[in-house]
């Protein structure tokens, strides 16, 4: 194993109900085959998430059923934490933002900026509802934009031009609540002066010459505005502000943006903690050979390129204002922002509230995780907006899994086992013997440089190409014709069976489900592709049960690199099918499903 450090930081899903496979498109997945691929090619990753668990939807949802935001939070951790787990997502610490930890490390990272000036209290306008006296938060207040005209924008965003805005700028602003207008009232509150931080936020931008254009396009467009932000909020659901008067007050939180985004630091500290070397996490933060990679949807670039990166700056000390770093010392900044674009489906937003959603459980009780996986990874909206259809994931999966990589795996296999019984002995090459070896096990160079810069569409369409020159050489060499000459035969369905192996380490990263089904298939034993694990834990501080993923990556076999066969001899049992062929009958009972709105 190397000795780099690798820090992939998972959007956190929000704990207001299930995740649906729009969701999952953008941050699971792709930080998932990123990871996995890392820790094959021998580095030391850390894959960090959890809930995002509080702020006003909780609270809603909270009043809604007649619970506490609590009971709320921790019945959608449990349902997030099985989906994650079974679409095989490798975190090595996935925790939740309701632990003692998250609090203190939150409550660090203000009293640091504070102590260097990058917060600031201010006396501001807040909204509250004119029917309950509630404060409404920035997310539910919605109006016309008054720098785009969108009509739509929220309070704290506007999501068509991308600008940050108060409610107060809205124009025509109503609560997404009830549809009443707010009534502004002063609040005081703290401030990220955003301003002190643009200078620093302009020089790092500019050393990222490697990301996405539209991430890096973005976040340097919004540095011509940056405005203060609210560090606070008026709600009585999270961090609590850990200053004399405010500490114990039921009215103000730090504001569930600003401690949501500090969870990959709390999370890193918490495995730390947990892996029995509480100093352990600063490899990933303090290391200037380490990386940090953040995987999210697009519609969270502004935090992860603009607004932590500020809040790091700030406690550094690495602004306007100077300063030195907190008790924590100094952290590094992102290395890239990797963003996706937008799921659809059938033509139409992903929505909750109208049924327009495929949930992560609901699609895992019908169909492989490794499908949903496969499709993601090919058709998903790496960089740009993609529509999921169900006619598409049909044809992709019986067309590409199921007949191309499928097959390729089932006939092989099944010729060895029923002509030898094992893993048949090679004789000597020719020549179209060993240009297949040498494609499949050259193919490791190209996939792995797309797959270190992100390009996963572009590594599995590559991967993919080779299963099809692995299918091609198979039916050019047809071994079933060679019954006269089975030296001849033998070698061939060895060569076969390596360039199987090759490309299944090729596409473990990407199908590791499968994966490990196709090392048993191949004669391998033990672990080749570990899969996630749920374990019931307490808060390392305060005691209260809550679920973790984490897993023993370190025991897989899988590499990034050709490795050989088992010995010949090893036995070869006849296959059974890895991937599940789907009937056309499935499209007009999904899209019958989605009219009605679920089962």
């Given at each position: 194993?190397?000795?780099?450090?690798?820090?992939?930081?998972?959007?956190?899903?929000?704990?207001?109900?299930?995740?649906?496979i729009?969701?999952?498109?953008?941050?699971?997945?792709?930080?998932?085959?990123?990871?996995?691929?890392?820790?094959?090619?021998?580095?030391?990753?850390?894959?960090?998430?959890?809930?995002?668990?509080?702020?006003?939807?909780?609270?809603?949802?909270?009043?809604?059923?007649?619970?506490?935001?609590?009971?709320?939070?921790?019945?959608?951790?449990?349902?997030?934490?099985?989906d994650?787990?079974?679409?095989?997502?490798?975190?090595?610490?996935?925790?939740r933002?309701?632990?003692?930890?998250?609090?203190?490390?939150?409550?660090?990272?203000?009293?640091?900026?504070?102590?260097n000036?990058?917060?600031?209290?201010?006396?501001?306008?807040?909204?509250?509802?004119?029917?309950?006296?509630?404060?409404?938060?920035?997310?539910?207040?919605?109006?016309?934009?008054?720098?785009?005209?969108?009509?739509?924008?929220?309070?704290?965003?506007?999501?068509?031009c991308?600008?940050?805005?108060?409610?107060?700028d809205?124009?025509?602003?109503?609560?997404?609540?009830n549809?009443?207008?707010?009534?502004?009232?002063?609040?005081?509150?703290?401030f990220?002066?955003?301003?002190?931080?643009?200078?620093?936020?302009?020089?790092?931008?500019?050393?990222?010459?490697?990301?996405?254009?539209?991430?890096?396009?973005?976040?340097?467009?919004?540095?011509?505005?940056?405005?203060?932000?609210?560090?606070?909020?008026?709600?009585?659901?999270?961090?609590?502000?850990?200053?004399?008067?405010?500490r114990?007050?039921?009215?103000?939180?730090?504001?569930?943006?600003?401690?949501?985004?500090?969870?990959?630091?709390?999370?890193?500290i918490?495995?730390?903690?947990?892996?029995?070397?509480?100093?352990?996490?600063?490899?990933?933060?303090?290391?200037?050979?380490?990386?940090?990679?953040?995987?999210?949807?697009?519609?969270?670039?502004?935090?992860?390129?603009?607004?932590?990166?500020?809040?790091?700056?700030?406690?550094?000390?690495?602004?306007?204002?100077?300063?030195?770093?907190?008790?924590?010392?100094r952290?590094?900044?992102?290395?890239?922002?990797?963003?996706?674009?937008?799921?659809?489906?059938?033509?139409?937003?992903?929505?909750?509230s109208?049924?327009?959603?495929?949930?992560?459980?609901?699609?895992?009780?019908?169909?492989?995780?490794?499908?949903?996986?496969?499709?993601?990874?090919?058709?998903?909206?790496?960089?740009?907006d993609t529509?999921?259809?169900?006619?598409?994931?049909?044809?992709?999966?019986?067309?590409?899994?199921?007949?191309?990589?499928?097959?390729l795996?089932?006939?092989?296999?099944?010729m060895?086992?029923?002509n030898?019984?094992?893993?048949?002995?090679?004789?000597?090459?020719?020549?179209?013997?060993?240009?297949?070896?040498?494609?499949t096990?050259?193919?490791?160079?190209?996939?792995?440089?797309?797959?270190?810069?992100?390009?996963q569409?572009?590594?599995?369409?590559?991967?993919?190409?080779?299963?099809?020159e692995?299918?091609?050489?198979?039916?050019?060499?047809?071994?079933?014709?060679?019954?006269?000459?089975?030296?001849?035969?033998?070698?061939?369905?060895?060569?076969?069976?390596?360039?199987?192996?090759?490309?299944n380490?090729?596409?473990?990263p990407?199908?590791?489900?499968?994966?490990?089904?196709?090392?048993e298939?191949?004669?391998?034993?033990?672990?080749?592709?570990?899969?996630?694990?749920?374990h019931?834990?307490?808060?390392?501080?305060?005691?209260?049960?809550?679920?973790?993923?984490?897993?023993?990556?370190?025991?897989?076999?899988?590499?990034?690199?050709?490795?050989?066969?088992?010995?010949?001899g090893?036995?070869?049992?006849?296959?059974?099918?890895?991937?599940?062929?789907?009937?056309?009958?499935?499209?007009?009972?999904?899209?019958?499903?989605?009219?009605?709105?679920?089962?």
């Amino acid at each position: 194993m190397s000795d780099r450090h690798i820090l992939t930081a998972v959007a956190w899903p929000y704990a207001n109900g299930p995740r649906h496979i729009g969701h999952v498109s953008g941050f699971g997945v792709p930080s998932d085959v990123f990871s996995r691929f890392q820790r094959m090619n021998g580095n030391r990753v850390l894959m960090v998430s959890g809930t995002d668990e509080h702020g006003t939807p909780i609270t809603v949802a909270a009043d809604a059923e007649g619970v506490t935001p609590r009971q709320i939070a921790d019945r959608n951790n449990r349902i997030i934490v099985d989906d994650l787990q079974s679409l095989g997502l490798s975190y090595d610490l996935f925790t939740r933002t309701t632990t003692a930890n998250h609090a203190a490390v939150s409550q660090e990272i203000f009293l640091g900026l504070l102590k260097n000036g990058y917060v600031f209290p201010k006396t501001t306008l807040g909204a509250i509802s004119p029917s309950t006296g509630r404060t409404l938060p920035d997310r539910y207040i919605e109006g016309t934009c008054p720098i785009c005209g969108y009509d739509g924008a929220r309070g704290d965003q506007c999501d068509n031009c991308g600008n940050q805005l108060d409610p107060t700028d809205l124009i025509n602003p109503v609560s997404k609540i009830n549809g009443e207008t707010p009534k502004f009232v002063e609040s005081e509150h703290y401030f990220l002066d955003l301003p002190a931080s643009t200078r620093a936020l302009g020089d790092w931008l500019a050393t990222r010459k490697n990301w996405r254009s539209n991430v890096l396009n973005f976040s340097v467009n919004l540095l011509e505005d940056l405005k203060p932000r609210s560090y606070t909020r008026d709600i009585d659901w999270g961090v609590a502000v850990p200053l004399d008067g405010w500490r114990d007050r039921p009215d103000k939180r730090i504001y569930v943006w600003f401690d949501a985004v500090v969870g990959y630091l709390s999370a890193s500290i918490e495995w730390a903690r947990r892996s029995g070397d509480p100093e352990a996490w600063r490899q990933w933060w303090q290391s200037p050979e380490s990386d940090a990679y953040y995987f999210m949807g697009k519609d969270n670039i502004v935090f992860h390129s603009e607004i932590w990166p500020a809040q790091l700056l700030g406690y550094n000390g690495e602004g306007d204002k100077g300063g030195s770093p907190g008790s924590l010392g100094r952290l590094n900044l992102p290395t890239e922002v990797v963003s996706s674009e937008f799921l659809t489906m059938e033509g139409r937003k992903f929505s909750s509230s109208r049924n327009v959603v495929i949930y992560v459980r609901d699609f895992l009780a019908r169909y492989d995780a490794d499908a949903l996986r496969y499709f993601i990874a090919v058709a998903g909206p790496e960089n740009q907006d993609t529509d999921f259809t169900w006619e598409q994931f049909r044809r992709r999966n019986n067309e590409e899994l199921v007949a191309g990589w499928g097959n390729l795996v089932n006939r092989s296999v099944s010729m060895a086992a029923k002509n030898v019984g094992g893993i048949p002995t090679p004789g000597e090459l020719t020549d179209a013997d060993r240009a297949l070896l040498a494609t499949t096990s050259g193919a490791f160079g190209q996939v792995g440089e797309l797959l270190s810069r992100n390009r996963q569409k572009a590594a599995i369409g590559e991967a993919m190409r080779v299963v099809s020159e692995a299918n091609k050489y198979l039916s050019d060499q047809a071994p079933w014709k060679l019954k006269e000459d089975p030296a001849r035969r033998d070698t061939v369905l060895h060569t076969a069976l390596q360039a199987i192996k090759d490309c299944n380490a090729l596409l473990t990263p990407f199908l590791p489900h499968s994966a490990q089904q196709v090392h048993e298939l191949l004669g391998g034993d033990g672990v080749w592709s570990v899969a996630p694990e749920i374990h019931e834990v307490t808060d390392l501080d305060d005691g209260s049960p809550y679920p973790i993923i984490t897993g023993p990556y370190d025991q897989g076999q899988a590499v990034w690199g050709s490795t050989p066969l088992a010995a010949p001899g090893t036995p070869l049992a006849p296959p059974t099918p890895i991937f599940t062929k789907l009937d056309e009958s499935i499209v007009a009972d999904e899209i019958r499903r989605l009219e009605e709105g679920g089962e």
